[in-house]
Each structure stands twice: as C-alpha cells, then as structure tokens.
C-alpha cells in the first residue's frame, strides 16, 4: 500500500474512533433485564444489520474497519474500508413495546488496491456518505414462563438512498457487487419487513432476525434478498455478555451477468453494560467468496451506546 494511502486511512481512523464506537446492546425491559441484544459489526455494506426482539431507547455511534482479500490468478484485489455510523431508537412510555428509530452511515471510505504479478500496486480511496435506515419494530409477545422470557417483534426496515458510493469509478464498488452494477445508474431503495424472535433462560439469550428483503433500483432492477442472524449470548456477572453471531444474506434474482450472490459470516463480540452507558467490540469474520463484498473478510467495530430506562 502506498504511505499516501497508508497516512490518510490511519488518519481517518484515529477521527472515527475519537468520535466513538456502531450499534448497542437493547435496554433491557422490567422483566427481561437479561435480554442479550444483537451485536453488529458493520464496515461494508452490511444492508440488513440485526434487529434484536426487545425495543429500547437509547442513541449510539459506531465505527467498523474491513478488510477484503481476492486472489484471481494473475490479479490480487485488496478492500480496505471503514465506516461511522449514528443512530438512536426511542420506545414512547406509554407504550414500550413499540420501537421506532433511525441510524445514519454518515461517513464510509474505500480503499480498493489491485496488484499484477509484475509489482504494480494501484490504490484508491473514496469518501462516501452512506445509507440512511428507518425502522419500527413492536414486541407483539413478551412473555415470562417459568425461567423464560420469550420476545417476538415484527419490524419493518426502510433504505434510503444516500449511499454515494455506488457511482464511484470502480466497477469493485461493495455495494454494485451485493445489489446489481445498475446501481451505478439509478439510486436503489429498500424495503425489509421481519421479524426478531429471542428466547431468554437465565444468563442466556438465543435469537434470531429473519427477513425479505425487496431492493428496487429505480427503472433499472428489482432484486429479492433473504437476510438472516442466527445469535447466542452469555450474561456474566450480571453486567459483561458474551454474544457469538452467525449471518447470512442471500439473493435469489440474478445480476446482469446471471450470477446470484451468497454470504456468510461469523460474529463473536463482547459487551460491557454500564448504567447508563455501554461498550462493545465485536468482529466479523466472513465464510464464503461473496462475504469480501457484504462483510468483508474481516471486519472489526467498536461501540458506544447510551441507554434511557423505560418509564412505567
């Protein structure tokens, strides 16, 4: 990698991890104060981060670093990326079951590098801002059976398209190689109905968050993903959660070359539940080739949340 390119993304991240750490733990409910929440480590374009099954209120800000490796014969393909991410959730006193908030990427880079087998290393970076989500989510049953709390929620997760990278000047952009290279062409808007399903016993957690994903890329392609999280979380000593995640995001239409795209990535992360604030570090390790896109090889986050407790 080139010093220029080198200076510029430690730079950046000594400014990201200044302004904070992407997503936090759920605040946790009268009765479901052992709730796990969902982890999230997100540097690329991660379209569908999970949604955990216990709405809360609090505001957080994230940074998330990814690194990608391809070896194509002739050609090596590296992707360094970085992403700050905003957001918050407000659950209304009167009714907090409900869940309504937003989250913002509001600054991404991306560096993509090709090296030939003659030595030739070519690097550039981008700045971006991101996509913009707004989301709702109602805890439709919360139940306490014995040693159990059981949660069920169906949300709805909408897109906009602010995310700037996709007209970026490289074909390699993550987001045209996730959704379509139409993208590069007209802005894509999405649109995720689920639900997110937890099971609590004790110090531990399992939950999951299923859903479609319907992507329209404006007079261009519609694209139909399936997106999923698969977690299992540990509280110790009351306070710190163990969380071991695994996420899938699949395609089912075809892209303009007749390929689909298929990705899985692992995710073990460590909480701290402070009163009122938290902190988490938590990577992400992809499993499958298309996971360099969505996930990256490897992706590392940091967070920073500060929770409300919910009024009676």
């Known amino acids: 990698m080139r010093p220029r390119t080198i200076g510029a993304t430690v730079a950046l991240g000594a400014l990201l991890a200044w302004a904070g750490a992407a997503q936090c733990g759920e605040e946790g409910k009268p009765g479901f104060e052992n709730f796990v929440g969902p982890l999230i480590a997100e540097a690329g374009p991660l379209l569908s981060p999970p949604v955990g099954a216990v709405p809360g209120s609090a505001i957080w800000t994230g940074i998330g670093f990814l690194y990608g490796r391809r070896d194509l014969g002739r050609t090596e393909y590296r992707l360094i990326g970085a992403r700050m991410v905003l957001g918050g959730e407000w659950s209304p006193p009167k009714l907090d079951a409900l869940g309504i908030g ?16 003659t030595d030739l290393d070519d690097w550039r970076t981008e700045v971006d801002l991101g996509e913009l989500r707004v989301h709702a989510r109602f805890a439709a049953l919360m139940l306490e059976k014995g040693i159990a709390e059981i949660s069920l929620a169906p949300f709805l997760r909408v897109v906009f398209p602010t995310d700037t990278s996709r007209t970026n000047w490289d074909r390699d952009q993550p987001i045209r190689l996730v959704l379509d290279d139409r993208v590069a062409l007209a802005p894509y808007f999405l649109v995720e109905p689920g639900a997110a399903f937890s099971v609590t016993m004790g110090p531990a957690t399992l939950y999951t968050h299923q859903a479609p994903i319907l992507a329209f890329v404006h007079r261009e392609k519609f694209h139909f993903l399936w997106s999923m999280h698969y977690g299992a979380g540990f509280r110790v000593a009351g306070m710190v959660d163990l969380v071991l995640e695994a996420s899938g995001l699949l395609r089912a239409t075809r892209d303009h070359r007749g390929g689909r795209f298929t990705a899985f990535a692992l995710c073990p992360g460590v909480r701290v539940n402070g009163v009122p604030v938290s902190y988490e570090i938590s990577a992400r390790i992809g499993l499958t080739p298309d996971s360099y896109h969505a996930y990256g090889d490897f992706t590392i986050a940091f967070t920073v949340a500060w929770g409300f407790p919910t009024s009676k």
């Open 102 to 117: 937003a989250s913002l990427v509001a600054l991404q880079t991306t560096t993509l590098g090709t090296r030939l087998q």
